[in-house]
């Protein structure tokens, strides 16, 4: 009964009237699900009986931490998990993450690769505060104009604000550190950094400049340390205020639903082209000749122009409703374990007989049935489970490589 006084007692009653007054009923009552009976219940009892009122206007049901295996921790069994270890190797934020990793009212085995999750993102939120935010000598003002790249970036950001102040006004907190974590690596960093890289332009330190403190804003009561750390070292001085932890929650700065489509559009282009070119061996700032974007959905992109060719470093950028691309036998593959069974010595004069010829007649005889060669003098007709055809696609009479992102069709010339 002692401890079902908390409300009464942290509101200052028969100590301050005036404290009081101003502050109770208190808003919420965080605690776990095992005392509901013996401190939410005798809390509310108390309450009613000694100020006519009720203590708090929600409680917030947390689930236990429970060891690895899922079974509840006990010292006599040895399987406590002592937080001092990981709080030395990964730091306070890192395990804070993990933490608001556990949704309300539900128990959670403890996952150390969640710590270690967490440890990476707030390298991430540090790396992206230092390349961003060195590039500022002074809070930027909002441009007249912004690209397709920064007007998509923008009104993400705006969603998610509005998506985590939702979760938040709900106590899933979990939920809204999803929310914030998901747009600040893979949209801020994976997506719109790797796009904005090499601009100068007004509009790409506005908008750098907004949604990286935006993001900072959203993860502070997740992150606390690593936020600070971003806010002194680069908006502070900008800001004002002496604490990201008692400024003004971020506000949304854009709603443009056509630009949502296009970038998400753009993003996926943008995204498709870098990894062809990891998986081509190729640089990922190695010049492309041309590229390509052909379909009804491609003409969308026309105003992603810039973002496009900058980012993935092309010399030409078409842009078509629809193109006609053909494809050319460039070369013939033997299959060795076919022709070998069924020509036996006469192999090798098979092969040297079909390197003497045109890919294209042969694909041709091919296609017709089979091929007939004359070998010293023998007629030998090659079947097509004999040769693989190499094929390319030619756009504008040139080589090319495709990717079909969506319902765009990407033609690269390297």
Request: proline share 5%; net charge negative.
């Amino acid at each position: 009964m002692d401890s079902s006084g908390s409300a009464l007692y942290n509101c200052f009653w028969e100590r301050d009237d005036d404290l009081f007054k101003r502050m109770f009923p208190m808003s919420m009552r965080p605690q776990s699900h095992d005392i509901i009976r013996t401190w939410a219940f005798y809390t509310l009892l108390r309450t009613e009986q000694i100020a006519e009122s009720i203590p708090w206007e929600d409680v917030m049901i947390n689930g236990f931490i429970m060891s690895p295996d899922g079974t509840p921790m006990h010292s006599s069994l040895g399987n406590v998990i002592d937080p001092i270890p990981i709080l030395e190797e990964y730091g306070a934020d890192a395990l804070r993450y993990y933490a608001c990793t556990c949704a309300l009212g539900i128990d959670h085995a403890f996952r150390e690769k969640d710590v270690v999750r967490g440890r990476r993102l707030c390298n991430k939120i540090y790396n992206i505060g230092r390349y961003v935010g060195r590039r500022f000598e002074s809070k930027p003002e909002r441009p007249e104009s912004l690209r397709a790249s920064d007007r998509w970036i923008l009104s993400r950001f705006s969603e998610t604000v509005r998506r985590c102040g939702a979760f938040f006004d709900e106590y899933q907190f979990d939920r809204a550190m999803r929310e914030a974590e998901s747009f600040a690596w893979h949209e801020f960093a994976d997506h719109y950094i790797e796009m904005s890289k090499g601009r100068e332009d007004d509009a790409v330190g506005y908008t750098l400049y907004t949604v990286l403190l935006g993001v900072v804003k959203l993860l502070a009561p997740f992150l606390p340390h690593v936020t600070e750390e971003v806010y002194q070292s680069y908006f502070r001085e900008h800001e004002g205020d002496q604490s990201v932890h008692v400024s003004a929650w971020p506000e949304p700065v854009l709603d443009d639903e056509e630009a949502l489509i296009t970038g998400e559009s753009l993003k996926e282009v943008i995204a498709a082209i870098r990894s062809w070119k990891a998986e081509s061996k190729m640089a990922l700032n190695a010049p492309l000749r041309l590229v390509e974007l052909i379909g009804p959905a491609a003409l969308r992109l026309e105003e992603g122009r810039e973002d496009i060719m900058d980012t993935v470093k092309a010399s030409e950028l078409r842009i078509e409703a629809e193109a006609e691309i053909q494809e050319k036998v460039v070369g013939l593959r033997p299959v060795h374990a076919k022709l070998g069974p069924t020509f036996k010595g006469a192999a090798r004069s098979v092969l040297a007989a079909l390197e003497k010829m045109e890919p294209a007649a042969v694909a041709e005889s091919l296609a017709a049935g089979g091929l007939d060669l004359d070998v010293a003098g023998e007629t030998l007709t090659v079947l097509p489970e004999h040769i693989e055809l190499e094929k390319a696609l030619l756009l504008h009479g040139r080589q090319v490589e495709t990717l079909q992102v969506g319902e765009v069709l990407v033609a690269l010339e390297p």
